[in-house]
């Protein structure tokens, strides 16, 4: 099993230019997470799917869309990037209440 | 409000020498706990987690993390540190206070940097 992928590794990007983040799980996972990494500040979570055909925003969504393609696949866009977008973001994915979540190895984006 | 505290940004100890990286939260209902270690430039790993039972939990790599409930903390421990245990570690507590899917959504402190000198 690849567990959870993620494309592409790196990214920059102009202000204004768009772009979307690729994941996806081979683990048969319900529910699947985007988070945002920064220095000092942990983890935060942007949006999250709880199963197939569901979204819901999490503590930092502006700026972001989601789209739960199938069960393997979540995909994180960003319409107009901005500076402060610039991170490491993060999928992962979880079976079920109560089980730990799996990340992916990550995304490094630099908006210039 | 729910929350975890991390309240160490970086922890030194020498190679050999126990460790402990410090962890309290704050939520409503039972707790779910959770540990992550995160080596550089790589995405976070699952240590361990508490979820009901003994409050002492074995983990991964040798670590493990103490549950007391009366000081709302779950430290993370291991006896004899490794250089190569040199990473950043995170405490996650499960969302309780949403209902339906997000319940069950981490939330995390901001990360302990631990260095283990040889």
Redesign the interface.
């Known amino acids: 099993n690849a567990g ?1 992928t993620q494309t592409p590794k790196f990214q920059v990007l102009k202000t204004g230019q768009s772009m979307t983040l690729q994941c996806a799980q081979d683990m048969n996972h319900n ?1 699947m ?1 985007w988070y945002r990494q920064d220095p ?6 942007i949006y ?4 197939e055909g ?1 979204t ?1 925003k ?1 503590e930092v969504p502006n700026g972001y869309n989601v789209s739960r393609l199938n069960k393997r696949e979540f995909s994180l866009r960003l319409e107009s990037a901005a500076p402060s977008q610039t991170s490491v973001y ?1 999928c ?1 994915s ?1 079976r ?3 089980y ?7 995304t490094r984006l630099t908006v210039t | 409000a729910q929350s975890v505290a991390q309240p160490e ?1 970086q922890v030194k100890v020498a190679e050999g020498n126990p460790l402990t990286v410090k962890c309290t939260y704050s939520v409503s209902g039972n707790p ?1 706990l ?1 540990w ?1 270690v995160q080596y550089p ?6 240590l361990l ?1 508490y ?1 009901t039972g003994d409050n002492l939990v074995k983990g991964s790599y040798g670590f493990e993390a103490e549950f007391n409930k009366s000081q709302t903390s779950f430290h993370l421990k291991k006896p004899s540190a490794l250089v190569s245990d040199s990473a950043l570690y ?1 405490c996650a507590v ?1 969302d309780t206070m949403n209902y ?7 939330i ?4 302990t940097k631990l260095s283990v000198k040889p």
């Open positions: 959870v529910s997470y000092g500040m942990g983890l935060r979570l999250y799917s709880a199963s569901t819901d999490g993060f992962a979880r079920g209440r109560g730990e979540q799996y990340f992916g190895p990550g | 940004d779910y959770f992550y430039n790589r995405g976070l790993q699952f987690k979820i995170f499960r339906g899917g997000s319940q069950g959504n981490l995390f402190g901001k990360g």
